[in-house]
């Protein structure tokens, strides 16, 4: 089985995105699957690249999104990808058909947040006639470092999750509705999340010198 996942992060390999994503292109090789891999954001910079982008779309069994929610939708140039993609099948569907699965993560407490984007996707792969997967969509992303198993509980959830998800994709299925509700769980409790987040904001505003409050809002006064 031939998978191909696409990044659409712009801070790419440094990204939770393509962590996530990686970590569940891990367990489809593991199950036997071969996956490469794309950056939406250097696929762009010229027409070669972009069609290298489209071929590997064309050729693959499994596409599978990985991206951050960028307000309620994917980000601006992750959807100028797939306008090139729903132009090429428009003119030549391919003799294949790829199942599409999405892994998307929102910096907002709660997954459900992430659900208009899934729809655009889920509507893209009806139109671009694609078969829909499925998606694994979660909040708390900014608490997604390095190593998932530094999270509260060891990510216990989000490792499950995607050890479900793979497994099946790797079996030619799509994505179980048990690993999208766990991947869904919040990785922590909210007030948790809410208070490491503001002290993370106030250490960037004394690393930047700024002198403004977070609270400052200089184009709402009369």
Known sequence: MNAFLLVGSPKGRKSASYLLGSMLAEGIRERGGTV?????????RSEDDT???LDSVDAADLVIFAF????????????????????RRA?????????LAVVVQCGFPEAHQCGTAVGICQLFAERTRMRWAGALAMGMGGSVGGDPRKLPGGGKNLLAAIGIASESLANGGAIPEAATELFAKPLMPRWMYTMVGNLGWRMQLRKNKARR?????PYSQG
């Open 36 to 44: 490469s891999e794309g950056m939406v954001h250097e696929g762009l």
């Open 51 to 53: 069609a290298r982008l």
């Open 91 to 99: 003119r030549v569907v391919p003799a294949g058909s790829p199942r």
């Open 213 to 217: 409050p977070l609270t400052y809002r």
């Open 68 to 87: 951050p929610l960028y307000i309620d939708s994917l980000p601006a140039p992750f959807t100028r990808l797939l306008e090139r993609i729903a132009e």
